[in-house]
């Protein structure tokens, strides 16, 4: 087992160091440079102006050149100067990550107690109308846009309603926890309901397959109360392949934060990604598309460990 | 399925797919999806017929009007006709999703077929490659790459095609690796086919039922993704109105003026649960031993 992770955390280096070309090639070879937030304004630029401006940016440099000159700064954990702010990239990251992360994790927890509820009732009440209206839920839950989910929701609890904020983190001048609190319901709950439908469809499915196994079988045979079967014997290995599951979508959650906190002007690194774009602040995105590229790749090792962890009849050699 | 039927040609005959059609149709639920498809994306093409209005047409004497019966939809700042521009947003919508899954679909299937079929090196350069791919953010990556669209519905397709080959690469691949082993697939080798004709006559028709599964998927993703993309302002642009960026305009107005938030997101939601519904009974449909319970 050491051994293979050993082997794995090894593998991971080429494989961040292929992101970082390709993501670097990517973003240095799009049309339209930095420059063209300066055009955009509309005024007349002096060619030269513009031309200095590359040159002071480091954009007018060949684009091997520019990768092994960020490369060799990323190696000690300089990640460049933001374009927009000129303030290092990795203070930005790390003053706006905590508020992503908090969201995430919020919505994580939510949707994993969630759907750990849904999934056992849909699977123990098979055909039941909570199975079949928790499946309806769940397709609509999975085909529906995340923004469009955050629009309605906007609408009636903040606009209609009036019972929850409609954007930020903390009301002005009457912050607290509580009120903090307020402001997490919307965002979280619209980043996790993906994820709410997706587990407990999931958990649903394996949790049937394993309550005709024999050792659920046995278990029953012995005696044992149902809400001990279900609870003990047939949830915990129903679980396990969920788990690694859950681990993946956790760094996929990157992807849905970046709109929740655009539409909820949740100030962590997804809002912060999209105003990256619009500036075309090269090292701002470079980090933050790294960040989220290495977050995969470490949860894809979670979940591989966590099943090997959870079910001993996996071996790794 | 006989034995020589297999070993003459791919299996694609009226028999199979009338097959599919008999084991679909069990499915009450993908059927009604597939006619919900069909009618929305044959309404959407026939917008100039039916749409009583341009979708820029801007009437400044009826801005801002809830639904009724003159405007179905309500219209909005400029007084356009909701309905019209909901009509013309499907045509670049649903144009985008068929177009990347194809995109995405049918490179995923080179990928795989060749990782599979011609193996060691060539399958674990491609599956390192899969994985590289993979470990990228998706909508990150495709707001990056939105800089490269120049906001035209082609070029967004294939991008986002590009960005969803990786899941039918892997399926395919695993599908690759046992068919390879067939009789049938040793026959063609032994009478001398060559690789290319062997992997599109004998290895990739025999893949095709995950290979459409994956395809029907991929239509709604791919819906989705572009209309996440319009609406943060970065996919196809204003005036060509899209659900994504219909959304993106009503975000402001939201309060006063529901309508215009609800209709086109709700086009979306119908048609992304048809496709998925489609997909779902097509799984079935093309796999009936398999793990559908």
Request: aromatic share 8%; hydrophobic share 55%.
């Amino acid at each position: 087992m050491t051994t293979y992770v050993i082997r794995r955390v090894l593998q991971m280096i080429p494989m961040v160091l292929g992101v970082t070309i390709v993501v670097f090639a990517i973003i240095q070879a799009a049309p339209g440079g930095p420059e063209g937030a300066l055009l955009e304004t509309g005024r007349f630029i002096d060619p030269q102006v513009i031309e200095n401006y590359r040159e002071r940016l480091g954009v007018d440099q060949p684009v091997h050149v520019q990768y092994v000159r960020w490369l060799g700064a990323a190696i000690t954990g300089d990640l460049g100067v933001s374009f927009s702010t000129t303030r290092p990239v990795a203070e930005m990251i790390r003053e706006r990550l905590p508020a992503t992360l908090e969201l995430m994790g919020a919505s994580f927890l939510f949707a994993a107690v969630v759907a750990l509820a849904l999934g056992v009732f849909s699977a123990v009440r098979q055909y039941s109308t909570f199975d079949h209206v928790a499946t309806g839920l769940s397709f609509v839950g999975i085909a529906m846009p995340v923004f469009w989910f955050a629009l309605i929701l906007q609408l009636v609890f903040s606009v209609r309603l009036g019972w929850l904020p409609v954007a930020g983190t903390e009301t002005v001048g009457a912050s607290s926890l509580g009120d903090h609190l307020m402001h997490l319901i919307l965002p979280g709950l619209v980043l996790s309901v993906r994820y709410i439908a997706g587990w407990s469809r999931y958990l649903r499915s394996s949790l049937l397959s394993v309550l005709r196994a024999d050792y659920v079988r046995t278990a029953r045979a012995k005696g044992l109360p149902e809400t001990v079967v279900v609870g003990v014997h047939a949830v915990r290995n129903a679980l396990i392949p969920l788990v690694s599951i859950m681990a993946l979508n956790l760094a996929g959650m990157f992807s849905g934060a970046v709109i929740t906190e655009t539409i909820f002007a949740w100030p962590g690194i997804g809002r912060m990604f999209v105003q990256a774009m619009f500036a075309r602040d090269y090292p701002l995105l470079m980090g933050i598309l790294l960040l989220g590229s290495v977050m995969v790749i470490v949860f894809n090792l979670v979940a591989d460990i966590l099943y090997g962890v959870l079910d001993p009849r996996i071996r790794y050699e | 399925m006989s034995e020589g039927h297999v070993v003459h040609s791919a299996p694609e005959t009226r028999g199979d797919w009338g097959q599919v059609w008999m084991h679909l149709r069990r499915h009450k639920l993908a059927v009604l999806s597939f006619w919900v498809f069909v009618l929305m994306a044959a309404v959407c093409l026939a917008a100039p017929m039916i749409a009583r209005y341009e979708f820029d047409a801007i009437d400044l004497s009826s801005i801002r009007q809830r639904p009724s019966l003159q405007h179905w939809m309500g219209t909005d700042d400029l007084g356009r006709d909701l309905f019209t521009r909901v009509l013309y947003g499907g045509r670049v919508s649903i144009l985008i999703g068929l177009l990347a899954a194809v995109v995405g679909t049918g490179l995923g299937s080179a990928v795989g077929a060749v990782a599979g079929y011609y193996g060691r090196r060539i399958d674990n350069a491609l599956m390192r490659l899969t994985d590289l791919a993979y470990s990228i953010p998706t909508l990150p990556l495709l707001i990056v790459l939105s800089a490269y669209t120049a906001a035209a519905a082609v070029s967004m397709s294939v991008i986002i095609g590009l960005l969803s080959w990786m899941a039918t690469a892997r399926v395919v691949r695993g599908e690759v690796l046992s068919i390879k082993e067939m009789a049938y697939v040793e026959a063609a080798r032994s009478i001398g086919a060559a690789n290319p004709r062997i992997i599109m006559r004998h290895v990739l028709p025999n893949a095709i039922g995950p290979i459409v599964v994956g395809a029907t998927l991929a239509v709604g993703n791919a819906i989705i993704l572009e209309s996440s993309l319009s609406f943060l302002g970065l996919g196809i642009q204003p005036p060509t109105p899209t659900w994504g960026n219909m959304l993106m305009d009503a975000q402001a107005t939201m309060a006063t003026k529901p309508w215009l938030t609800i209709f086109p997101g709700l086009a979306i939601l119908l048609i992304v649960l048809a496709v998925n519904f489609i997909g779902d009974g097509l799984q079935d449909a093309l796999d009936p031993t398999g793990r559908g319970s």
